[in-house]
Structures are given as structure tokens and as C-alpha cells.
């Protein structure tokens, strides 16, 4: 499966690469290209084990990988690059046997162990991978008194100090004060809008406009004076009635067509976005050509020739008014009008000088000096490296969903882990150490195995021992916590918790001394069939907390989680597994099974889908240990007519693709899912009036069929009815609303062939 998958996405990056219009897309495309293959050379040689934490050979889980798209490492190191200019300039000339490894003894010596000293006193370094930071961590060892286990920590990093970048690039990293944040740095931002460029079409139309159009209007105009009475137009019919060209020819007619000529020559060197003129059907193609064909006097023009530009007239002062009337004046006036507007790639151009005067590393204080005038696309842009807190930054769409808060909440996380250590030059080289660390991109991982924590970097792992807690760090760090859950509930209550803000939420609920168990989400196609035993202690909590709620009745959440059996130590996974959880999710799944079949990537969606419902995904686990039900509570009413209304929307949209369509069912039930938990913290009027505005919104969307019963069974719910074993209610008319199923949905649009989305 892993070997079709990245087959499959060498196929995708060199189709874009052959045939993307953007030179810029292309050059990406030849990238992953050359990612691919190098993850299905070292797939197919042995030298890669897709699967496992180490998926190199002969390399430790914490050196930082290169990994494709979907967990692919393709055995590149992301620290193993070329000296950079400035390390070039270090006087590195002792023993090794590659310039890297050169100049990494050279930093053990005493002038480099100086340099580190100095780099770390003045934070003028940058620590882009992980990695960057373990020399400066053997110098800070050495100079308190932490002799043995700096040389503990170089004896682990000796067989790689011939490869791998252990040392930081000079240059400051300005990092955002407090809890403020920012998505991109200044230069990043700079760097985008610098690249920006014209669209062909557009550039086709600004130099038609500009260019072609008046050469045009000189061209109707030379023909229109040999015109003896009125000039040709076009009648009700279609035919040409008016004057016949070639009839007077001014005594200027010959020198303003060689200067003509000279324009139209001139013009078709330097401007070539647009061709739409020389189509040879065109009017301005037969009048150019006509031209053309009349070098010495109009003799040398056919019949058919002045029929031709007798019609072509007709055509252009039929529809846009005679050269110099006021009917062709507005038009090019209000065409100039728009050609002289600027484009996005020039007022891109603005923003981008604008930024100059803010350091490149940096972030923006604030950006309505910057955007001044600027057009809301682009205030967008510029807004990613406005450094303000998440919530502002939430509220101006710059961070739109749970991923993109879990990539700047490292930035807050690292402040707030890196204040436990009490030297602030080593809290300061901790904090970049974290914040690169998070940057790392996760592996496919099988079997229960888990993505490389930031204790098992060697030099990190040598911190942990000076690592304290202050109590107001650990104030801080549930302070944040608590604001980031609600801030994400509050601001996508339809999504589930990604995987990416799960990690960093668990590593805030350590540090502020409140451990729970947070449940990833895990791939259908990549389900081993059990569980870990923090599934079936999430589990407890949320049966726990939730008992004789909306959502224990609706999903028959069980009750006997209270004695729990001591989980079986498995030798195949080498972890503590909780088979009672998984038997549970399995015997559960059976309503969504109406084929029989396991091992598929349905099947085990639908054992999947048990184990969130079980769980609800982190949200009970959350609210219960963060004492958050009375501010879940007060908002639950208008979080669940949201997302209420976000699954309708959902479900209305039209999608042609039958996979497509299964994926869009899919996550309507895992929002649908929330909508429920939200609505376990309403009262029950409360409860029945979301009943009823979401059936008049499924009526009013034309889902009645489809999603009828999905309705009728939480009014069911709601009253105090509850689902058989086959998730219908008694009387049949009631379904319980789930999204994978092995044989084809009852909400789909079409009775399709049976499939699900992996």
C-alpha cells in the first residue's frame, strides 16, 4: 500500500511538472519529483523502512528527517547541507575527514568553544533544525560545571559530526514578546509579495487596452477617411449598408500609413502578451493586412479586399461608434480607466518596498502603515507577519483553522517551557530548540509507535535534569492551555482537534502539571486494529463526565469503564494495550457493518469512528480536567446552531465525485458529532429548539430525504427515546447519524457503488 501510495504521488509531481503553466509550480513539482524518488529507491533497496520511527538505516530516531507528503521519509537529513558562506569563513582547518566534520571539532576547541559563548551572550544565532543547537549546548555544560555530561553529549554526536550542521547560522532571531505570535516573518512575507506576477490573461488584457486598442482606433480611422458619404454600418439584417472605402484618399493618407506600419512594427517587438489582433478573422487582422496590401494605391486591392474592409468598418462603428465620436470616446476612456489602475503584482510591489524598513527575521508591530490603500487580498498577505496575540489574529482570518494555530503556538509554548530553566542565555537557545523541533514534519508511523519527543534530542535530554517548575510557569503555561481549548472550540466548533495542536496541547497540560490523555486521530488505512491504554482512560473520563447527557443517550456511550482491567503488555507492539477498548469499539461497529468484512480501510473506519465517539475526540477529557463547563456551557447554544448549520451546508453542496462525496459525509458526522457534545450542555428546550430550526433549515435545503432521519432520531434522542442496536429508533423513522459505513451510505446523494474515502 505504501509503495502504490508514493508510485501514485511521483505520478501527480511529474504530471504538474510537465504541464503547470507557472514556471514557479513547475520548479516545485521537479522538487517532489526528486522526493519521490528517492523514497521509492531507498523503499525498494532496503534502505528505508516506511512504518517505523527510524525509517533510515543507521540513523537515530532524533536526527530531523526530510519527509514527503503523508510521512514519507525520503533518507535525506535535513541538518547534512553544504558550509553556508559564513561557516566557510571560520578558520576550521584541523583534522577531519569532511569540512563539516572540520569545523564541527574546530567548535570544541577553545576559539570555537569563544565563538559559541559569544553567540549564546548576545542570542545572535539561528537555530533553523534542531540540530543547530547541540554544540552551543556542550559549551553552556562546560562553563557550569557540567563537564561530564557535555562529554557524554559529543560522544553521542561524534558518528554524525561529519554530516550533520551542529551549530547555529550567525544572525538574530527576533522572537515576538509575551504571548504575542506571528504565522510568517517579515522576510517571508516580503519574499511572496516580491514573486508575485501578473496573470497572462490579465497582462493580455492591460496590453490590449493599452496598446492594440489605440492602434486600432488610428487604423479603422485611416481606412474610414477613403469612405466617400456616410460610413458603412450594419443594419437590422446583418448586411452593410453606407459609403465603399478606397473611394478619396487624403493627401497625408500615404504618410500616416508608413508611420502606422512603423507603430504596428515597433509595438509587435516589445509587447507580446496578447494576440488576440492577429487573429486573421479579426477586424484588425483584415483592416493590417488590407493596409499592407495597398503599398502604392488602392489598385492593388481586390474586390473581395474592399468588401472585406467595408465590412470590418462596418463592423467596429456599428458596435463601438465612428473614430472621434463621443460613443467611442467614453468606451476607450472608460477602458483607459481600467488599464490604468495597478495590478496586483505592482501594488504587491509597494507593499514589498514598505517592508524594507522592518528587519527581515522579524515580525510587524502593527501593519496599517504598511497597508495603507491596500486592497483586502493583500492586507491578508501582509497580516501573516503581524506579530499580535492568537486571538487577534484569529479574528482577522490570519490563523483560519486548528492546524495553522498549532504551527504559532510553538512560539508561546517554547517562552513558557523554556522558563523553567533558570539561565536566561540556555532558556533562550531552549526556546528556538522548541520552536524548530516543532517544525519538523511527523512520520508514517505503524505498529503504536509514537513521533520522536523533544526530550530524546541528546542535548535536550541532557537539559532535563536543570529543568525546574516554577509555579508561575506553570500558571502560564494552564493560563494558555485553557484560552488556546476554548479559543479553538470557539472558532472552528465543527473541526475536530488536529493532531498538530493535540501534541502541542498535551505538551502545555505537562508543563502546567495537569497530564491527561489526549487521543490522536488515527488513519483508516493505517489502523493496526488496538489501542493504547490512554484511549480507554479517555474513555473513562468522557463516560464519566458525560453520564445521562444528550450525547451518553444518543451514542450509548457504555458504563462500566469504572474498574479498570491492568492492560496487556503486547510483545508484537512492545506497549500496553487496552483490549477491552478495542473489543468495545469492534462489537460497536457492528451497526455500521451492514457487509461483513474486516481488515479494510472501511472496516476499520468504522472501528475508528467507535473509538472518537468513545473518547469524543479529546473534548470531554478537555473540559472535564480544565474545570471548563460553566464557559462551555454559556456559549453550548450558539456552538451547536453553528456547526448545525455548517452540516447542512455541508451536506447541500453539490459533489459529482462519489468519493468526494463519501468524504463530505464523513466529516458532516464527526461534526455533527460535536454538535451533539455542545448540545449535551444546553437545557432541554434549548436542546428541542435546535431540533427545530435544524429541521426547517434541512427542509428549506432540500435534504429532507436524505437527512430526515438523521433529524428525526435526535428529536427522538432529545425527548427521551433511544436508538435500537441497529441505530434506528423504535418506530423506524429515526437513524442514527455515523460516517463510515462498508456498504454504501443512506445519506449519500446516489446510491453509488460501495465504497469510503481512505
Known amino acids: 500500500m505504501a509503495m502504490g501510495y508514493a508510485y501514485g504521488q511521483l505520478e501527480r509531481a511529474l504530471r504538474t511538472a510537465a504541464s503547470a503553466k507557472d514556471s514557479a509550480t513547475r520548479a516545485r513539482a521537479r522538487a517532489k519529483t526528486g522526493r519521490w524518488q528517492d523514497v521509492l529507491t531507498g523503499m525498494a533497496d532496503g534502505t528505508l523502512r516506511i512504518g517505523s520511527r527510524t525509517p533510515v538505516a543507521d540513523t537515530p530516531a532524533w536526527v530531523t528527517l526530510e519527509v514527503a507528503h503523508g510521512g514519507f ?19 576550521a ?30 542570542e545572535s544565532y539561528r537555530v533553523e533544525v534542531p540540530e543547530d543547537a547541540a554544540l552551543p549546548t556542550v559549551a553552556w555544560l562546560l562553563d557550569h560545571g557540567h563537564a561530564e555530561a557535555a562529554l557524554d553529549l559529543v560522544a553521542e554526536l561524534r558518528p554524525l559530526l561529519h554530516r550533520l550542521r551542529l551549530a547555529p547560522l550567525p544572525g538574530a532571531t527576533p522572537r515576538p514578546a509575551g504571548s504575542l505570535v506571528r504565522l510568517s516573518t517579515v522576510g517571508e512575507v516580503r519574499e511572496t509579495l516580491r514573486g508575485a506576477a501578473t496573470k497572462p490573461a490579465i497582462a493580455a488584457m492591460l496590453e490590449t487596452l493599452k496598446v492594440w486598442h489605440p492602434l486600432f482606433d488610428r487604423l479603422v480611422a485611416l481606412w474610414c477617411d477613403t469612405v466617400d458619404g456616410d460610413l458603412p454600418r450594419l443594419t437590422d439584417g446583418g448586411s452593410v449598408s453606407g459609403g465603399w472605402p478606397c473611394r478619396e484618399w487624403p493627401e497625408d493618407w500615404a504618410r500616416r500609413r ?40 488602392s489598385a492593388e486591392l481586390t474586390g473581395r479586399d474592399v468588401g472585406w474592409i467595408r465590412r470590418a468598418l462596418a463592423n467596429t462603428v456599428t ?35 514598505r517592508l524594507d524598513r522592518y528587519p527581515a527575521e522579524g515580525g510587524l508591530p502593527e501593519i496599517d502603515v504598511v497597508v495603507e490603500d491596500a486592497p483586502p487580498h493583500l492586507v491578508a498577505k501582509v497580516a501573516r507577519a503581524l506579530e499580535a ?20 503556538l510553538p512560539q508561546i509554548t517554547a517562552q513558557l517551557l523554556a522558563a ?115 484511549w480507554r482512560a479517555a474513555a473513562e473520563i468522557a463516560g464519566g463526565a458525560l453520564a445521562g447527557t444528550l450525547y451518553a443517550r444518543y451514542y450509548d456511550l457504555p458504563s462500566t469503564w469504572t474498574a479498570a482491567p491492568r492492560p496487556r503488555w503486547s510483545r508484537a507492539f512492545g506497549k500496553q494495550t487496552a483490549d ?13 457493518r451492514p457487509k461483513r468484512g474486516f481488515g479494510s480501510v472501511a472496516a476499520n473506519g468504522t472501528v475508528l469512528e467507535q473509538s472518537q465517539i468513545l473518547t469524543t475526540q479529546n473534548l470531554a477529557v478537555l473540559v472535564d480536567t480544565l474545570a471548563l463547563r460553566p464557559r462551555i456551557r454559556a456559549s453550548a447554544p450558539e456552538l451547536a446552531a453553528e456547526v448545525l448549520t455548517w452540516v447542512v451546508r455541508r451536506l447541500a453542496m453539490r459533489v459529482d465525485n462519489h468519493h468526494a462525496a463519501l468524504q ?61 442496536g441497529s441505530g434506528t429508533t423504535a418506530d423506524g423513522a429515526g437513524r442514527r447519524f455515523l460516517g463510515w459505513t462498508t456498504g454504501t451510505h443512506w445519506c449519500l446523494p446516489e446510491r453509488a457503488a460501495d465504497a469510503h474515502p481512505r
Open 420 to 534: 523553567n530553566l533558570e539561565d536566561d542565555r540556555l532558556a533562550a537557545l531552549y526556546a528556538q530548540t522548541y520552536a524548530a523541533f516543532r517544525r519538523r514534519r511527523g512520520l508514517l508511523l505503524l505498529d503504536l509507535e509514537h513521533q520522536v519527543r523533544i526530550e530524546e534530542l541528546p542535548w535536550i535530554g541532557a537539559l532535563e535534569p536543570l529543568r525546574g517548575h516554577r509555579p508561575d510557569a506553570t500558571r502560564a503555561a494552564r493560563h494558555t492551555l485553557t484560552q488556546t481549548v476554548l479559543l479553538a472550540l470557539g472558532s472552528w466548533p465543527q473541526a475536530i482537534l488536529p493532531n498538530t495542536l493535540v501534541r502541542e496541547l498535551g505538551a502545555l497540560a505537562k508543563q502546567a502539571g495537569t497530564p491527561m490523555p489526549l487521543v490522536e486521530e488515527v488513519a483508516a488505512d493505517i489502523f493496526m486494529g488496538t489501542f493504547t491504554a490512554k
Open 664 to 724: 463530505t459525509v464523513k466529516n458532516a458526522a464527526y461534526a455533527w458529532r460535536q454538535a451533539v457534545f455542545f448540545l449535551s450542555f444546553c437545557d432541554e428546550p434549548a436542546q428541542r429548539a435546535a431540533v427545530d430550526r435544524l429541521g426547517e433549515q434541512v427542509a428549506r435545503a432540500g435534504l429532507q430525504d436524505r437527512f430526515g432521519p438523521a433529524v428525526a432520531g435526535l428529536a427522538q434522542v432529545v425527548a427521551g427515546g433511544r436508538f435500537t
Open 319 to 353: 458596435k463601438h461608434g465612428a473614430p472621434g465620436s463621443e460613443a467611442r470616446a467614453a468606451l476607450r476612456a472608460a477602458q483607459a480607466s481600467v488599464a490604468a489602475r495597478p495590478t496586483y503584482a505592482e501594488l504587491a510591489a509597494v507593499l514589498a518596498e
Open 93 to 122: 582547518d584541523g583534522p577531519g575527514t569532511t569540512d563539516r566534520e572540520r569545523l564541527n571539532l574546530w567548535y570544541l576547541t577553545d576559539d570555537g568553544l569563544a565563538t559559541l559563548r559569544a553567540a549564546l551572550a548576545t
Open 389 to 408: 496575540p492568537v486571538e487577534e489574529l484569529v479574528a482577522r482570518d490570519v490563523i483560519t483553522s486548528g492546524d495553522v494555530l498549532a504551527t504559532v
Open 258 to 297: 508608413a508611420q502606422w506600419l512603423a507603430d504596428y512594427t515597433t509595438a509587435s517587438a516589445r509587447h507580446t502578451a496578447s494576440t488576440a489582433h492577429t487573429h486573421p478573422k479579426s477586424n484588425f487582422a483584415r483592416l493590417h493586412r488590407a493596409l499592407l496590401a495597398c503599398e502604392h494605391d
Open 73 to 91: 521519509a525520503t533518507g535525506r537529513y535535513l541538518a547534512e547541507v553544504p558550509l553556508d558562506p559564513a561557516e566557510a569563513a571560520l578558520p
Open 580 to 592: 477491552d477498548f478495542a473489543a468495545a469499539c469492534v462489537a460497536r461497529a457492528e451497526e455500521a
